[in-house]
């Protein structure tokens, strides 16, 4: 970001909570920056720093702050657009990129770059093993912007895959019975010992797991800030007498 | 790390390539080691500091490297296993945990603690835009420890369920023809406009992109540092005059 002349927007990815997940390219981002844009919860994990523009927002209004903060750095100033996790994985860079290929010309000229963080499923996958350690898949559960028969479908040809699967954005007040429901789906098409996780506010002080087999996983057991991941056919859990059960899926898979 | 009296292996990620990727909880928990293990070019990255063991070794003698590391921690000694990218994404994570699962009862009584990173197809996403913006796969693409058969069907079933598909461990000299193949299964299941990328050592000096359609994908476009990512039909690219194109799956999907 040094040695830029004009403006830019600089969209990075604080990673899942505390400040030990934020990588040296995002911190100077962030320093760098005569304003910041973000949902509003992420902006607050940034330090306030004294001359540094803050443009806190909804969460629902992704595109319209996507469109403000690059009609700001089209303006000519160092925008940078703040994102939990990884901006790439159900965060804010598709809908930067979606303003810029709906926007006007002058956007695709913007010097846009991209710095990308620990996402939610890394993290949860740390806290607990290596539950992602073989193939896997990550799936918004959202149908806000799919119809929820894609979700299912998906589900269903993940489960076939054998893939292990993490899933973003499991339930929200809009959404209370999806969850319930993809587990549901699941059942039908894996045994009911596979191990599921629920990892809430993982990096943060409130940060809480819990893991218990496929058939005993319910909807209310998650809230907006859960990532859940849900092991393959292959996932296995490792008991430690006084320690935490590790979860791992290994990297042999297929008939022996 | 800090305050534990007895042995301990903690797995550090350390992203895609230079420091800047690094995160503080890895950079503590390198500077706390007594010993470091791991694959001879992921220690090289790790700074010689006085008073560290090293401990490098090839890239196929994972479980033997896994089995050694806890050793050394059984015994009292802080350890550190570093690995490239993320622990937990076809990386060292899966390895010790199996070696625990197989290893004496006295290795499931350690302290074990798995540091995330920055997983290279974060890293080509990111640099690329956000092709992996809506629901997504990862696929090892390396039959050494699953027939390939199995990988053909999940590269079938992925793209049937309309995933962006991130590949890991694309070719090797002893795996010469995979990923042909892989390109020739999708190639009957995806359109040939479907946006493929090639990210070579991204986040290193000698980084090297490559964005073209499924068509005119071939295999030897990748090695064994590069990883790849494969378009949904959904994927769009924007076309930027004298910038890079840019590559992203919108968040919306499904009929309209």
Redesign the interface.
Known sequence: MNGRSGGYLVVV?L?PGE???????AQ?ALEQAEAIYGYMPYLDRVPVREGQQRFASDNRE?LARAGAALAHAASGARVAMVSGG?????AM??????A??AGPPEW??LD????????AM??V???T????????????LSDN???F??VE??LR??A????AMAFYNPVSKARPWQLDRAFEVLREELPGDVPVIFGRAVGRPDERLRVLPLANARGHMADMATCIIVGSVET?T??????ST?V????????R
């Not at 400040?19 to 390219?25: D, E, G, I, K, Y």
């Not at 860079?93 to 979606?98: D, L, Q, T, W």
């Not at 076939?160 to 893939?163: D, E, L, S, V």
């Open positions: 990815g990673g400040a030990l997940f934020l990588t040296p390219q100077e992704e990884d901006p790439g994985v159900f860079a598709a809908a930067v990129i979606e810029i290929d695709r000229a846009l770059s991209i710095v990308p963080g620990i996402t890394l993290a996958a740390a806290k093993g290596a539950p992602l350690g073989h193939d896997f898949c990550a799936i918004s912007l799919k119809p028969e894609l479908k998906r040809l993940a076939q895959a054998g893939f296995r490792v008991e430690r007498p006084g320690l590790l791992y899926t290994p990297r042999r898979a297929g008939p």
